[in-house]
């Protein structure tokens, strides 16, 4: 079966064509996720793919231009050791205990390989990140979501039963709520027979992490990503923590496809990163000052939304629908998210971004609505 649905005519008729060829059978069949747009013009701002609107910690650029071209002729530091290390001193845990991989895509990606190879379904919220699915399909694991309620919780009890993993984003995406870590922990607790993912790429901005969690817990896998709270999403850096009998099977999975899935100026990068704890808990505290400002400022306007655990908000307006406030903005030059997609289609994602950034967001909305 070919999927035609996203694709333009030209594009159509050549699949048409294509469909009639011997080998179109053999062709993979999937939806692929599909990111926030990226704008060509420097002018927009840009509040639609959840980046950090400031900076990498001074140490990255140090570490970039102190580095020597001429080592890339060797093949990067075996396993990203140097940047293992880092992380793991970040969290005061064993080195054996850290893996590294190129962005959490692809970190979450090899978890999904190593972990869920039961007949049995997993499970994972029905409003979450798109790309849960998407692994689902390429990898072929039998899959359930589980409702949010009406204000978009997760409940944990929901997933107090038989299944062939867990996955969940603390705090979720796209609606900003975070779970408490008793919560997190009852989850972990009552799935000791499979492997619970906390996917905690927006954590730093919640200030729950359940990191301490893995000591006791060897079922217990986080991912995390530098994209956000480290501003490096264009560097590709990400980790996993867990209990080291786990880390070997996600080094096995990445052994068994890229030996080196990290190259030599990332991990370099990424350490410097890490190793910069003052910088990084600045830019988060600056992050979370800014978006409860932000949130106020919409209320005011008359949006509805939950109280945010993340570096995003994510709103509705009663009198306007979504798709006319994202088209409103995008020709102000001020790019959110909008998912055409059913219970989430009356909602926009917006990333916070800087005091100023902000500032042009409300100053469009106030004249939109009319205050
Ligand atoms: C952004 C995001 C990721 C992946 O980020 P990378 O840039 O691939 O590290 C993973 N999970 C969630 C929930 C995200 O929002």
């Known amino acids: 079966m070919i999927k035609v649905s996203s ?109 869920y190879n039961s007949d049995k379904p997993i499970l994972y919220p029905d409003i979450t990140y798109s790309f849960y699915p998407v692994w689902c399909e390429l990898l072929k694991i039998p899959y359930e979501t589980i409702p949010v309620d009406e204000g978009f919780n997760i409940h944990v009890e929901d997933y107090f039963r038989e299944n062939g993993g867990v996955v969940i984003p603390n705090p979720n995406a796209p609606t900003t709520i975070g779970l408490p870590l008793k919560d ?95 910088y990084f808990e600045a830019a988060c505290k600056r992050i979370i000052a800014t978006r409860e400002r932000t949130a106020e400022r919409l209320r005011e306007l008359g949006f509805i939304l939950p109280d945010s655990s993340a570096n995003f908000l994510f709103v509705t307006h009663p009198e306007h629908t979504a798709k006319e406030i994202f088209s409103f903005l995008r020709d102000k030059g001020i790019f959110v998210r909008f998912f055409n997609k059913p219970r989430i289609d009356d909602h926009l994602r917006i990333t916070i971004g800087s005091e100023e950034d902000m500032d042009a967001l409300i100053s469009a909305l106030t004249e939109l609505l009319g205050k």
């Open 184 to 278: 997190i922990e009852e989850l972990i607790s009552h799935n000791r027979s499979s492997v619970v993912i906390i996917d905690e790429a927006y954590a730093d901005f919640s200030g729950v992490s359940c990191v301490p969690l893995i000591k006791k817990y060897d079922n217990l896998v986080i991912t995390q990503t530098f994209s956000k709270s480290r501003s490096l999403a264009g560097m590709r850096v990400a980790c996993a923590i867990a209990d080291p009998y786990l880390i070997s099977y996600l080094d096995a999975v990445k052994d068994s496809y890229n030996s080196y899935p990290m190259d030599a100026v990332a991990i370099r990068a990424g350490a410097a990163a890490v190793e910069d704890r003052e």
């Open 7 to 115: 694709c333009g005519e030209a594009r159509f008729w050549k699949e048409v064509l294509f469909m009639e060829k011997l080998f179109a059978k053999n062709l993979i069949d999937i939806e692929p996720y599909v990111a926030g747009e990226q704008p060509k013009n420097d002018k927009i701002i840009k509040l639609n793919a959840n980046e950090n609107p400031y900076p990498p910690s001074p140490k990255v650029q140090e570490a970039i231009s102190a580095f020597d071209a001429e080592t890339l002729k060797k093949y990067p530091p075996m396993d990203a050791a140097p940047l293992r290390k880092a992380i793991a001193e970040f969290y005061g845990i064993g080195q054996d205990c850290v893996f590294a991989g190129n962005g959490s895509d692809d970190v979450l990606a090899a978890a999904f390989r190593a972990f």
